[in-house]
């Protein structure tokens, strides 16, 4: 027996180890493909896929934020001049200034940046106003003055000549509203309807009021007035905050895009 486990024992042996090398190399083949496995999970997951998708949550997001249209407010008047005295309490300057203030904020809340020409009670010329208007850019640019006379409020557009010449790089500082005219006044219908739609008494026209002419974007005019003969109405907190309200609805109608208008706050 043991001369024949003898004899068998190298051929088993051979075989034992033929077996183990086997058995080794399957071992050695399966970690190596468990190693390039768990090696290409995460290499798939953290290289291209990752910022693609945090960027495509991020980029609609950025348009939107970079679109938001500007609304340059000039509140008219300003320091040593007064504008009209509506009363010996009620300056004019004070009431522009007043709405102006609230306005910028009834604009932000409906996604629209608004910038003063003054946010302080400080005098400068129709030139400087247009010039700051026209440096930004904006989608539209409101100049808002103030009367005593009772009525409805009045909305401007400039009365230049649409067929003005304006060609080339440098435009004529007395005409430059001519190829924002057509914009100037599809803003101010949609304002009159936006304005009435809210209950507000509101007329539409066409004056040379400066610094209209001068704008080079779309461009109008605001002039507040009481609804009945008291002008100290002008600077309440409810006359304010009706009127601008039912501006910044009218602006939002006139300067977003159609869909972004129609849950405007009311
Ligand atoms: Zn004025």
């Not at 407010?73 to 009431?95: Q, W, Y």
Request: net charge neutral; charged share 15%.
């Amino acid at each position: 027996m043991r001369s024949n486990n003898t004899k068998h024992s190298p051929s088993r042996l051979y075989r034992l180890a033929l077996n183990a090398i086997l058995l080794l190399l399957t071992l050695g083949w399966l970690s190596a493909q468990t190693t390039s496995g768990t090696a290409s999970s995460p290499g798939q997951a953290a290289l291209p896929q990752a910022p693609p998708a945090s960027s495509q949550v991020q980029s609609p997001a950025a348009p939107i934020a970079a679109s938001k249209p500007l609304v340059i407010i000039d509140p008219a008047h300003g320091g040593t001049e007064s504008g009209a005295v509506l009363n010996p309490a009620v300056l004019e300057k004070d009431v522009t200034l007043a709405l102006a203030l609230r306005l910028r904020g009834d604009l932000n809340a409906r996604g629209i940046m608004a910038e003063l020409v003054r946010d302080a009670d400080v005098a400068l010329s129709v030139d400087d106003r247009a010039a700051k208007a026209n440096s930004e850019h904006p989608a539209l640019y409101i100049c808002l003055h103030a009367t005593s006379q009772a009525g409805p409020m009045r909305i401007y557009s400039s009365m230049i000549g649409e067929g003005q010449e304006n060609n080339g790089p440098f435009v004529d500082w007395d005409t430059a509203q001519s190829a924002s005219l057509a914009a100037s006044r599809s803003t101010q219908q949609q304002m009159v309807a936006a304005l009435q739609k809210r209950g507000i008494s509101i007329r539409a026209l066409q004056a040379p009021l400066r610094p209209l002419n001068n704008v080079t974007t779309a461009a109008i005019g605001i002039e507040l007035a009481p609804t009945k003969a008291d002008v100290a109405e002008l600077m309440s907190a409810d006359y304010q905050e009706n009127a601008s309200a039912a501006l910044a609805n009218g602006v939002a109608a006139a300067v977003l895009p159609a869909a972004a208008t129609s849950g405007a706050l009311q």
